[in-house]
């Protein structure tokens, strides 16, 4: 008998670890990099690695090309300088024949979601997308719902967390209503939204919590518990992203739609390019979230499962740093494709790292480094400001992970950053008689000096190769 009761017993936790798993995790691939891995490449590592929804920012034709067939459900986008072309029907209609009716064949794109815009309605942007983003959202729907698809794809807004918000003076998830200066925009959307089935999307960074606030308590920020927590009629909140979360069902509630569904379209810990952007963090933060996503289990005002979009997979050395060095460096792969830290995406808590990218080809092993034979370094600050205009040097920033480099070093990773972004180019490696290649890896323990991959073409690594070459020419012209 003790023989069959351990049978049952390994087949009744074999159940349990089964449920225990994450239902509606996805990715965000962003291709905002000077050097891009194969698209094909990208989408077999994500499939060895269990991801089955991806979230795209445009529906550029090499990424759809290698979606085709996969498996994978896809959420493409309409970016923000597109929206005043959505509010003409003629060209909304275009769009879904273009990046939509294109790819619904057998063995086609696995399309779900369209995205209509990235974080719209952001502050910082100063109502630029106020009027045209609903009018974008309504074309498209509308566009998609004639073409005969509505019943499956749902057009939808990434909202930024900042379009709702609880008064100063009750602070308090419960009391969450969106923005005051956008309320009846945003309830007009909601009310279109509720009419088509669509869901609410919102991307909730508790990085940016902590970034923007330096009283913001660190632990409410991961989900390991606080000593003090936020408490809401009674409700104990021990993290930011359950509060936010429901600050957002508070909102939705008072527009008159509190059981809309919602979509998390970007969540996630930055690895570097600010002092509490790295490793350890992302793990711990990731380390608490995929357990809670796996269980279940939601949030006090919205429990159940919760479909989520981790942001992002894998490292942009070309996005703006306008919000911080930190835009970077979200990936929880590098820009090669290697994993960085151990994490399980099923939500099991048995992390390992990653399937990596396979088939990577790497430019030659050679580095541009400080030439210490140097004699007139008067004009080292100005090649160094210059390198890294045109390269990305954010390791080198405050509490980065190259933050500890000496004077040469610093010099070293600037000069390096661009030869290797210049395709290790001869010319690139010159800078007054500054710098010298060498095959000697320059890396130290904590601050890796990359090489560059071999990029693949596509119409937008088209345009970052034209705008290499002509920096390349620029920097010819300065150095003369």
């Not at 024949?97 to 779900?112: M, S, W």
């Not at 508070?250 to 600010?274: C, F, N, Q, R, Y």
């Amino acid at each position: 008998m003790s023989g069959v009761k351990s049978v049952i017993w390994v087949y009744l936790m074999g159940l349990f670890w089964m449920s225990l798993e994450v239902q509606g995790l996805g990715v965000n691939w962003g291709t905002m990099a000077t050097h891009k891995m194969d698209p094909k490449t990208v989408v077999q590592m994500m499939k060895d690695n269990g991801i089955n929804k991806v979230k795209l920012f445009d529906a550029e034709a090499s990424t759809m090309g290698a979606l085709a067939g996969s498996g994978i459900e896809v959420m493409i986008a309409i970016p923000n300088d597109m929206l005043l072309d959505m509010n003409d029907y003629s060209r909304a209609k275009k769009f879904v024949q273009r990046n939509i009716t294109r790819y619904n064949f057998n063995g086609g794109v696995d399309i779900r979601y369209v995205a209509v815009g990235n974080e719209p309605f952001l502050k910082t942007y100063n109502g630029s997308f106020s009027k045209t983003t609903f009018p974008a959202l309504q074309n498209i729907q509308n566009a998609i719902n004639e073409a005969g698809y509505g019943d499956k794809i749902k057009a939808t807004v990434p909202s930024n967390a900042d379009v709702y918000g609880s008064p100063e003076d009750n602070p308090v998830p419960s009391a969450g209503r969106f923005r005051p200066d956008i309320n009846d925009q945003m309830v007009e959307m909601v009310q279109f939204l509720a009419k088509n089935n669509a869901p609410f999307t919102v991307n909730i960074y508790p990085f940016l919590s902590l970034y923007g606030n330096e009283h913001f308590p660190v632990d409410f920020a991961f989900f390991d518990g606080v000593p003090q927590p936020v408490v809401d009629n009674g409700i104990q909140y021990t993290n930011v992203f359950d509060a936010n979360y429901d600050t957002l069902v508070s909102a939705l509630k008072a527009a008159g739609h509190g059981d809309m569904p919602i979509i998390v379209g970007e969540v996630g810990w930055p690895t570097d390019g600010d002092k509490n952007a790295n490793i350890n963090m992302a793990y711990r933060f990731y380390n608490g979230l995929l357990p809670r996503l796996a269980a279940n289990k939601g949030t006090p005002l919205r429990p159940g499962a919760i479909e989520v979009y981790l942001f992002g997979l894998i490292d942009e050395d070309a996005k703006s740093i306008a919000p911080g060095s930190f835009e970077r460096h979200w990936g929880i792969f590098r820009y090669d494709g290697q994993p960085k830290f151990g994490m399980d995406i099923s939500g099991r808590g048995q992390n390992s790292l990653l399937v990596p990218a396979q088939n990577v080809r790497y430019l030659e092993k050679q580095w541009c480094a400080f030439n210490t034979d140097a004699k007139d370094l008067s004009k080292l600050g100005e090649n160094i400001n210059y390198a890294c205009t045109f390269a990305d040097c954010t390791p080198l920033g405050y509490g980065s992970s190259c933050n500890g480099l000496d004077a040469n070093g610093n010099a070293s990773y600037a000069f390096n950053a661009y030869f290797q972004a210049q395709n290790q180019n001869e010319a690139a490696c010159m800078f007054q008689g500054l710098a010298r290649i060498t095959q000697d890896n320059i890396s130290t323990p904590t601050c890796s000096f990359n090489i560059q991959i071999v990029g693949t073409y596509s119409s937008s690594a088209s345009r970052a190769s034209v705008y290499l070459f002509l920096s390349a020419i620029i920097v010819v012209i300065f150095l003369l």
